[in-house]
């Protein structure tokens, strides 16, 4: 079976390879130059060579002609004296002429002339031209040979001969090998060190990361929860740290989201054990009265008959309205509801739902003070929804405020905003019950706590402005409850 290996070790790896790939090349990039300016220290030294012979030895003789026995011993003379050169005598077309070469050792019959020209113009060195032993190229030195001003041919010299390649190109590979495995063990060296140096700084924070991330799968919540509770770490430019930090801030999300949840689970159960309770106490009463008139409706006397189906159906009338709000804040919550919007004038709506509650509140001993400016502008909104608030709220105020007390309606605008109060004069709000009163109702609380904190009748009231991107909360007041909305012009 392949073992893998861990990301650590491969990046150690690869920058091992790297350096010493690096080293190599930089090592034959070197041996190279120095090559090159080898070559061109002999060319700039020797240079003159082949002038310097012309004029003291005879190459030609005094016809103009190049013979080739008496040059041999000359060639051999001068390559004894210096065995790194190779002489020849090449022809103004380029063809060897003369040369003091071994049987067999000549390659070439004719060179390129472009570099002897090059040469002699005096261009920068160093200057190869054609080996005639081999096919490499080589520096050299050339003069031409002229008798009475006409070119008969040129002294062309090999500075660097075969011998003298052959003890180079040894002393080269030995060189290169010496350099390229110094190199290497260098590299190993620093490349162990970077390993060390990429195992702490990449390495160990990554397989803590992965530990830590793994873990998720095991124990899902509780991992999450144990990863958000970590510090993040400064990350200036660490990736790694980022990366952690990244998770950890998904981990924070994740918990609040789960948070979140759990708490509106935990709401929506005590919400249906609440509804199931104020269903039950009305439907008992109903099934109650209902038996009784089943059961004993001879002995009854017509006065108990017609008070008992009175009283049933006045908790058949609330199981239809608690039945109905139910139906509708659901429909509010879940999009079943779009608000149609509207132009209309906000004064005037106030006008008519005030006028609706007038006899209600005569008959209650109420005064019902209504404070609307002259020109508003107009609120593009849902008509009955905005109806169905302002009614909810005022039926709220005057089934709490006591006989002989004041309710007050007022509306104006704040910056782009229209804002709507009504308040009363009654008991107000116990502040016990402040912080939930736009929440939905717990079965845990008393009967009396849920009837007096608005029911459902507030989330109604609460989802409808929060559609048109709006909100209700409620003031603080001397006495009785202030309640305070607004809606977006």
């Known amino acids: 079976m392949m073992r893998r290996f861990s990301l650590g070790q491969r990046l150690t790896v690869l920058f091992v390879l790297l350096m010493m790939l690096c080293a190599t090349v930089a090592c034959v990039v070197q041996l ?115 008798q009475d001003g006409e070119l008969k041919g040129y002294l062309y010299i090999i500075l660097q001969g075969e011998e003298s390649n052959a003890l180079a190109e040894m002393a080269w590979h030995k060189a290169l090998w010496s350099t390229v495995l110094w190199s290497l063990l260098l590299v190993a060296m620093f490349g162990l060190l970077a390993g060390l140096v990429v195992w702490y700084w990449v390495t160990r924070p990554v397989k803590r990361l992965t530990r830590e991330v793994t873990g998720l799968e095991q124990d899902s919540i509780s991992a999450i929860k144990q990863l958000a509770a970590e510090p ?76 008992y189906l009175a009283t049933a159906l006045r908790q058949g009338q609330k199981v239809r309205h608690l039945s109905q709000q139910l139906f509708e804040l659901a429909r509010l919550e879940h999009g079943g509801i779009k608000p149609q919007r509207e132009r209309f ?36 909104a849902d008509v009955s929804m905005i109806e169905r608030v302002v009614t909810n709220l005022l039926d709220n105020a005057i089934r709490h405020t006591p006989a002989g007390g004041e309710i007050r309606l007022a509306v104006w605008q704040e910056n782009e905003q229209l804002q709507v109060e009504v308040a009363d004069s009654g008991s ?34 609460k989802r409808m402005l929060e559609l048109h991107g709006g909100g209700i909360r409620l003031m603080d007041s001397v006495s009785g409850a202030r309640f305070r909305f607004f809606v977006p012009l």
């Open 232 to 307: 993040l770490e400064p990350a200036v430019n660490d990736e790694v740290a980022i990366l952690r930090n990244t998770f950890i801030e998904l981990a924070r999300k994740i918990t609040s989201q789960w948070d979140q949840l759990a708490d509106s689970d935990r709401q929506r159960r005590e919400f249906i054990a609440n509804i199931s309770h104020d269903l039950r106490t009305p439907l008992t009463s109903l099934l109650g009265y209902l038996e009784t008139l089943t059961l004993k409706s001879a002995s009854l006397t017509p006065q108990e008959h017609k008070q």
């Open 345 to 380: 004038a906000m004064g005037e709506l106030i006008s008519d739902v005030a006028q609706k509650f007038e006899l209600t509140a005569r008959t209650r001993e109420l005064q019902l003070h209504i404070d609307v400016p002259g020109r508003l502008p107009l609120l593009n």
């Open 428 to 461: 107000g709000v116990d502040s016990t019950l402040r912080d939930a009163l736009f929440m939905r109702p717990s079965a845990l609380s008393p009967q009396a706590s849920r009837e007096n904190r608005g029911g459902l009748g507030l989330l109604i009231v």
């Open 32 to 146: 190279y130059s120095s090559m090159q300016y080898g070559n061109a220290m002999v060319q700039r030294l020797s240079g003159g060579l082949a002038q310097q012979i012309v004029q003291r030895e005879p190459i030609l003789d005094a016809q103009g002609r190049v013979d080739r026995d008496a040059l041999k011993p000359l060639f051999d003379r001068l390559m004894t004296f210096n065995p790194s050169v190779e002489l020849y005598v090449i022809s103004p077309d380029g063809d060897v002429l003369a040369d003091a070469a071994p049987p067999g050792h000549i390659q070439r019959q004719k060179i390129d002339l472009a570099p002897i020209q090059t040469f002699l113009s005096g261009t920068a060195i160093p200057v190869l031209g054609d080996d005639p032993r081999s096919q490499n190229k080589k520096v050299f030195s050339a003069t031409p040979l002229r």
